[in-house]
Each structure stands twice: as structure tokens, then as C-alpha cells.
């Protein structure tokens, strides 16, 4: 059984066109992100499913593996589903999703976010979380909040917040999701195949699909937090994160997926 982390990375984005590409410490984001997968111990290979020649084209430059995906996909999840056929993995192998636009994530969150899919044969998907430490993420809806069962899956993710607080007085602790997910590849097939629900449509939120569908995400609690790249700003905020040593602490997700 292969760990395979995939790495989605398109070029158009509403507020920051061709953020993959930035320039981050000297080198491009999405460099980054694919120098920290190589990193960990546990993964066998890694490779950016991409559209867009220039990040092809920019990802082999800096001695990167890239695999070429159809233009139109609905989700990042819908084009590593792609990328996993073409690279031949097999049906029990794992796929992890990192997306191209999180730089300062650590590699031992590919451990974490594998580890109940190596525990359990039967789990299709997991994907991590993170406790909300920053009171303006709460209501921020690039913040994905989730909330799970005692089992630790997911009953729900989205950009509102929840859980509501009807009374006051009472503090709950607000979890974000982070945009790394894995997968055993089998189940990849399927939910490329899947229709797009409507919950999913209406959030703009593709593991939505898999609740719809009546499929379970574990859900696992990370120990690092992580900042992914949404606007100029953000990228700004990555530029100081890089100067200090990585804690895991202190640094904001947007928890989005990748192609949205």
C-alpha cells in the first residue's frame, strides 16, 4: 500500500489570480507546498495535478513531478481522481490532498490525517481539524467550521457558524476544518462519480458531497494550525510565518477546498 500526496493547483482565482505561482520567501507557493510533502517519511511519491501549463511548467523547473488533468473538474478532489489513474496507483493505496496554496503546513500532518484510513480498512476518508483560536474566525466564512460526533466523524461542515449558541453564557469550542484530506483511491473513483449535491453547491464545499451521499469523514483533531493563501494579505501573513520556527500555533486556515 502507497501514501501518494497530490497536490491540486489551478490558476484562476476570484481574489488572487495565479497564487500558486506567488512568490513566497523566494520561491514559488506551490513549491512550498510540494517540498514540504517530500519531507515526510511516509510518503512514497508526490506529484501536482494542475490544468495550467505555467504550473506545470514552473513545477518542473524546480524539479517537481507534475501530471496534467482535464481543464474542467468540479473539486480538487475531482482532478487528484484523475491524477491518481494516470500515476497507475491501486485500490488500497491512500492519497492525500494537500492543496496548492497551504506553504506553511507541516509534514506531519500527512501522518495524522493517514492514520485512521491504516487503522480502519473500512474508512472511505478523513480529513483534519483544527480548534479556532482567533475570535474573528468564528464568523469569518473562509473560516469552514465543522462539527462531528462523538466518534470524531463529521456530521457537518460550513461557512456559518457552528454550532449556534441559542442561550447564552455557554462557550463552546469552534473547531476549522484544514483543507487536507486523504482518501484510499478506490474511493476516489467513487466520488468522482458522484452527482454534485446541493448542500455541497450551496456551500461550495466538495466534502459535502461524500455526507450527502451517506459516506463518513473521520475527522482528526491536528496539533499544528496552518494558513492557507487566499488573498495578497494572506500571503503577507505566510512571509512573517516563515521567519519564525514552526510551532504549529498561531497561523489561520481557511479550511476551503481546492478548486473553489
Given amino acids: 500500500m502507497k501514501t501518494a500526496v497530490l497536490i491540486p493547483a489551478r490558476w484562476q482565482s476570484s481574489r488572487f489570480a495565479g497564487k500558486p505561482l506567488a512568490l513566497l520567501g523566494g520561491k514559488p507557493v506551490i513549491q512550498h507546498v510540494y517540498e514540504k510533502a517530500i519531507k515526510s517519511p511516509l510518503v512514497d511519491l508526490a506529484a501536482v495535478a494542475t490544468d495550467d501549463p505555467r504550473i506545470f511548467e514552473a513545477v518542473e523547473a524546480f524539479g517537481g513531478r507534475a501530471i496534467e488533468t482535464r481543464p474542467v473538474h468540479r473539486s480538487g478532489t475531482d482532478r487528484i481522481a484523475e491524477a491518481a489513474l494516470t500515476l497507475g496507483l491501486v485500490e488500497d493505496d491512500l492519497v492525500v490532498n ?9 509534514p506531519a500532518q500527512i501522518g495524522e490525517v493517514i492514520a485512521p484510513l491504516k487503522e480502519d480498512p473500512s474508512l472511505p476518508m478523513a480529513t483534519l481539524i483544527y480548534p479556532i483560536g482567533r475570535p474573528e474566525e468564528i464568523s469569518d466564512p473562509n473560516i469552514v467550521k465543522a462539527v462531528f460526533d462523538e466518534n470524531r466523524f463529521a456530521c457537518y461542515f460550513s461557512r456559518a457558524t457552528i454550532p449556534h449558541v441559542r442561550d447564552g453564557g ?57 494558513l492557507e493563501i487566499d488573498t495578497p494579505e494572506d500571503l503577507r501573513r505566510a512571509e512573517a510565518g516563515l521567519q519564525v520556527s514552526p510551532s504549529g500555533r498561531g497561523e489561520g486556515d481557511s479550511g476551503k477546498p481546492g478548486e473553489r
Fill in 170 to 226: 455557554r462557550a463552546p469550542v469552534y473547531y476549522k476544518h484544514h483543507g487536507i484530506y486523504a482518501y484510499r483511491r478506490r474511493f476516489l473513483d467513487i466520488f468522482a462519480a458522484l452527482p454534485e449535491g446541493v448542500l455541497e453547491r450551496l456551500e461550495a464545499l466538495e466534502q459535502l458531497r461524500a455526507l450527502e451521499h451517506g459516506y463518513r469523514i473521520k475527522v482528526v483533531e491536528s496539533s499544528f494550525d496552518s
Fill in 98 to 106: 494537500i492543496q496548492g496554496d497551504q506553504p506553511l503546513f507541516e
